[in-house]
């Protein structure tokens, strides 16, 4: 079992930027892809970034150039830094992690474990 805990959501104005931060707990965080995922209300829940072990990471095109994942396997940890923020990335963020196969990893239905997410609101 692998337990989540996210944090360094907030409020932050349009342009402006935020971290966050997620650390694991439980088995073996390196093995795992580790991925961010996002829910704004009345929307389905979204791909972000992930973050392979050998430190790949893929970016939706929402966010390519302005988000970057990375990962501390010795802390047990992702971050997603988020920068030039848009009304638009406001929503529920989730940290997951899993063992998508090559290709699949911006399908939610592809990670095991989930955190209890973290709210960032970018006011325009």
């Known amino acids: 079992q692998v337990q989540l805990v996210e944090s360094g959501g907030g409020l932050v104005q349009a342009g402006g930027s935020l971290r966050l931060s997620c650390e694991a707990s439980g088995r073996t965080f390196g093995s795992f892809v580790m991925g961010w995922f996002r829910q704004a209300p009345g929307n389905e829940r979204e791909f972000v970034a992930s973050i392979r072990r050998s430190g790949s990471t893929y970016y939706a095109d929402s966010v390519k150039g302005r988000f970057t994942i990375s990962r501390d396997n010795a802390k047990n940890s992702v971050y997603l830094k988020m920068s030039s923020l848009k009304s638009e990335d406001t929503a529920v963020y989730y940290c997951?992690?899993?063992?998508?196969?090559?290709?699949?990893?911006?399908?939610?239905?592809?990670?095991?474990?989930w955190g209890q997410g973290t709210q960032v609101t970018v006011s325009s």
């Open positions: 997951t992690a899993g063992q998508p196969p090559y290709g699949r990893s911006w399908y939610a239905n592809e990670y095991d474990y």
